[in-house]
């Protein structure tokens, strides 16, 4: 799905959300759950307005780089935005992949060498202890600074082996708790939106944005106590 380039001076900025990535699936996966809350709003890719830089993704936990990347978006363009930081975290590695879920083996986005390290790291772990979790975390910036923040998980277990050819990242090895016996990688992605952890995310943002509850009232007032469910570099999922 291609990206249509927009001119920002076109756009009402008191009714314009950037969303801070290229992806077209996921500009349109937050349109429809977030204009809920923010009816007559337009939401657009931040690579329509132009050729952004990627801001340096420091935070240490999925929260903060959410809001290293909503704020970037903010500053790039004067518009509200909205970015999501996520991951995967595994209960008998204490919550690694974490921050290095992109890049576990090395090399951000080898998704195969990522998973051969997991599978690695849990070889002789009893499935009752092969319990994770996807997590996902969504800033939502206005022009002013205040940030309103929304979480969601996704509960499962890691496999002995790689199942399915949908999704990426560690899909293939993530068996949810709301799909007994199939990896996230075999589920057709209506199946995957409707329990994954970005979904229920949104739906959290979109619960406070919709019962008129101001940023600040939400707000991340110091990235150093942002949540600290072990941050990731915009992975799996």
């Known amino acids: 799905m291609a990206l249509e380039k927009i001119d920002p001076t076109t756009l009402d900025a ?4 950037v969303v801070a990535t290229g992806n077209a699936h996921k500009l349109v996966e937050i349109e429809e759950i977030l204009g809920a809350a923010l009816p007559g709003t337009r939401f657009v890719a931040i690579g329509q307005l132009g050729d952004f830089d990627d801001p340096e993704e420091t935070g240490t936990t999925f929260a903060q780089n959410a809001i290293i990347k909503a704020e970037a978006a903010v500053a ?3 518009f509200a935005a909205v970015a999501d930081d996520s991951g995967l975290m595994v209960d008998a590695l204490d ?3 974490g921050v290095y879920s992109a890049r576990y083996a090395g090399v951000h986005g080898n998704d195969a060498a990522n998973n051969e390290k997991l599978l690695a790291k849990l070889e002789g772990v009893e499935d009752a202890r092969r319990t994770a979790r996807f997590a996902s975390a969504i800033a939502f910036i206005e022009p002013s600074g205040l940030v309103t923040m929304g979480e969601g998980f996704c509960e499962g277990m890691i496999g002995r082996e790689g199942r399915g050819d949908h999704g990426f990242g560690y899909d293939p090895l993530f068996l949810p708790n709301d799909t007994p016996g199939k990896t996230m990688a075999e ?3 209506q199946e995957k939106n409707a329990i994954s952890h970005r979904f229920h995310a949104l739906q959290d943002l979109c619960a406070k944005l919709g019962a008129g509850m101001t940023a600040g009232e ?3 007032p110091d990235k ?3 949540s600290d469910t072990s941050g990731a570099e915009g992975t799996a999922l």
Request: charged share 25%; net charge negative.
């Open 187 to 189: 589920l057709e992605p």
């Open 224 to 226: 150093g106590t942002a």
């Open 218 to 220: 939400d707000a991340v």
């Open 95 to 97: 919550g690694e992949p």
């Open 14 to 17: 008191e009714h314009t959300v």
């Open 76 to 78: 790039e363009t004067g």
